[in-house]
């Protein structure tokens, strides 16, 4: 794509930079830029480019004339803007960019004498909006916020000016370069088209199968808001013509619940093309859901919280643009403005633009099956984890306790129990308790899982497992059973007896059992289960990903 | 030393191979003026520093901008 950029200062320096990556032109002189873009014939017009940049000094503009003078200020930019204007209306093929003004305040004056630039600024910016409503190819090139967010000290550099009438430091070229970049590729329509959104910790604070509507942080005030106006920066996006799609391990109710009926949700639940919900691996989630939406993988950005979730998408979908997660979530807002800017950028937004979600959604209901190339297996082995084990220590008791009253998802039995209740369990000889802990390359997950044990002759009998849903999907619990089982084993116990009682959270562990082996010999119409496993036979564990470390 | 080196070839456009410190702008046709504003403009965001306008005639050679880098 040729495309041409014109100022009235020296700009040669940031031609060069632009013609790295773009075919540009850009006249010799500076003073020319008036006459390159009036003369039919002139070597611009020649280049056939299909976009070009106005890029305009103001103070340079209004060299010689009294920024008090209210008519001759607003003959010179009336003049430069009837220039502009010719221009556009003469070559309706090429897409204009045209900058607004940002105007130093040099001179020294008191507070009280007033000052105009940010008004001539604004006189400008009104005949640009003029001409922005009436030609459908002009843009406003907006260098003011970049200015606005570099600040004049970083993005100007009076040295380079003094040297070679060059008014921007590199700093502010480099700025410039990304920007007019975006402004091209956003012509030529080249974007990402979806955003996928974890739910936990990225559209709320806080974790749903755990902490409740009452428990989230999603509010118009306060830490809540943080969210909230992520939200609303993602929903901007959407209306725009940016798919959006949930992925998300959770229980499709809990996170239903928060869509529906959350008072401060933003994105509703028409707002997504897709919900990938379940508690599945999410590189599989993608990859179906490219298949689903008919989207290239390249064209998706996945945001979440979770750098072991960013990460494995990272390596098993390596064309997927995984986007960095701030560490202070107060910058939830800018995440969400850097995101559209980067990778959602419109020149203008149509019609079926927005209405792409309702178009996708209806395609998506097509789904098809697909091969799934992703090695799970090998994700797991790199997390290079390392599982400790040991028998209840008088310091876990206070953890031990909070645990039982905390944990809502992997949690087999919801037995809530007090530090007095441990302490007891510690003291009798019928019961043990083993305490569990996770490393891996991202570091110490700390106490995530307790098992406690009432011993009945030659039975045990699982009185609790729970397991923190920081460690859920890795087959940590798998390796905790088998270790059980041999210390059993060892210890001369022949049978092994579990139970599930249902709630309304622990759905992910109703199968647990089953999936390892055990007979169930109990259930009854509320789907109270009780299982048995037999010790006399040999044991083994199909899934074994970290190192056992028993202490 | 060769972080210079490396700049001045990216700058200039030209193989780090043919320059050294003792390299010249008057021998290169490509350090012309513009490409010496934009070294001393590179100079300074790479290293962090600061070169005062008025030495910037003073700098001739590859090796001028080096007091700059060391001594500040």
């Given at each position: ?196 959104l974890d739910l936990d910790n990225t559209m709320w604070?806080?974790?749903i ?37 949930i992925?998300s391990k959770n229980?499709?109710?809990?996170a239903?619940?928060v869509i ?17 919900i ?274 | ?72």
């Amino acid at each position: 794509m040729n495309v041409a950029a014109v100022s009235n200062i020296n700009i040669e320096s940031l031609a060069k930079r632009i013609k790295k990556e773009h075919d540009i032109y850009f006249p010799e002189g500076f003073g020319v830029w008036v006459q390159e873009i009036i003369n039919p014939g002139s070597s611009l017009y020649a280049s056939s480019p299909e976009c070009l940049v106005v890029l305009l000094d103001g103070e340079e503009l209004l060299r010689g004339i009294s920024y008090e003078s209210a008519e001759d200020v607003q003959q010179e930019l009336a003049a430069a803007i009837g220039h502009i204007e010719s221009a556009v209306q003469a070559h309706a093929d090429i897409s204009f960019f045209v900058s607004n003004l940002d105007i130093q305040p040099r001179d020294i004056k008191s507070v009280k004498e007033p000052r105009y630039e940010r008004l001539i600024e604004g006189i400008w910016l009104e005949m640009l909006n003029g001409l922005n409503d009436r030609h459908e190819n002009l843009y406003i090139f907006d260098i003011k916020r970049l200015i606005e967010e570099s600040g004049r000290r970083e993005f100007y550099s009076p040295k380079l000016w003094y040297l070679g009438g060059m008014r921007y430091s590199l700093k502010g070229e480099k700025l410039l370069k990304k920007e007019i970049g975006r402004y091209f590729n956003a012509h030529k329509g080249v974007r990402k088209k979806c955003l996928l959104l974890d739910l936990d910790n990225t559209m709320w604070g806080g974790i749903i199968g755990e902490d409740g509507m009452e428990g989230i942080q999603l509010s118009e005030q306060k830490e809540g808001a943080r969210y909230k106006d992520f939200q609303r920066r993602i929903k901007e996006m959407k209306d725009q013509g940016t798919i959006l799609a949930i992925v998300s391990k959770n229980n499709m109710e809990d996170a239903l619940e928060v869509i529906e009926n959350h008072p401060h949700m933003v994105l509703k639940k028409e707002d997504f093309a897709a919900m990938k919900i379940n508690w599945n691996l999410k590189a599989q989630n993608i990859a179906d859901l490219a298949e689903e939406l008919n989207l290239g993988l390249d064209s998706f950005v996945f945001i979440d919280d979770n750098p072991v979730e960013r990460d494995s998408v990272k390596s098993e979908l390596p064309q997927v643009q995984v986007a960095d997660f701030p560490e202070d979530t107060s910058e939830m807002e800018l995440l969400a403005t850097e995101l559209s800017f980067d990778n959602f950028f419109y020149l203008k937004s149509s019609e079926e633009d927005k209405k792409k979600t309702e178009m996708y959604r209806q395609n998506a209901e097509r789904a098809t099956d697909m091969k799934s190339s992703a090695s799970f297996e090998g994700f797991l082995k790199s997390l290079n984890s390392t599982i400790r084990v040991w028998s209840i220590k008088e310091q876990d008791i206070l953890r031990a306790a909070q645990l039982t009253q905390k944990t809502n998802q992997f949690n087999l039995t919801t037995k809530r129990y007090t530090e007095k209740d441990i302490q007891d369990f510690i003291n009798s000889e019928e019961y043990d308790i083993y305490i569990s802990s996770v490393e891996d390359k991202y570091g110490d997950n700390g106490i995530i899982s307790e098992l406690i044990l009432k011993k009945e002759g030659t039975t045990a009998v699982l009185d609790t497992f729970l397991m923190s849903c920081r460690v859920m999907g890795r087959f940590v619990e798998d390796q905790l059973i088998h270790f059980i089982h041999n210390r059993l084993k060892e210890e001369g116990f022949t049978k092994f007896r579990t139970h599930f009682y249902p709630t309304k959270k622990n759905k992910p562990v109703k199968d647990l059992f089953e999936r390892l082996g055990y007979t169930v010999i109990e259930e009854d119409g509320d789907g109270n289960k009780t299982y048995e496993m037999d010790l006399t036979g040999t044991i083994t564990c199909e899934h074994e990903y970290g190192e056992m470390v028993i202490d | 030393m060769e972080r210079l080196i490396k700049l001045a070839a990216e700058t200039l456009d030209i193989d780090e191979k043919e320059l050294t410190l003792e390299s010249a702008a008057e021998e290169l046709e490509e350090w012309d003026s513009v490409a010496h504003i934009n070294m001393v403009s590179e100079v300074e965001e790479e290293f962090g520093v600061t070169i005062p306008i008025d030495d910037i005639t003073k700098i001739t050679k590859v090796k001028d901008f080096l007091k700059y880098i060391e001594g500040k």
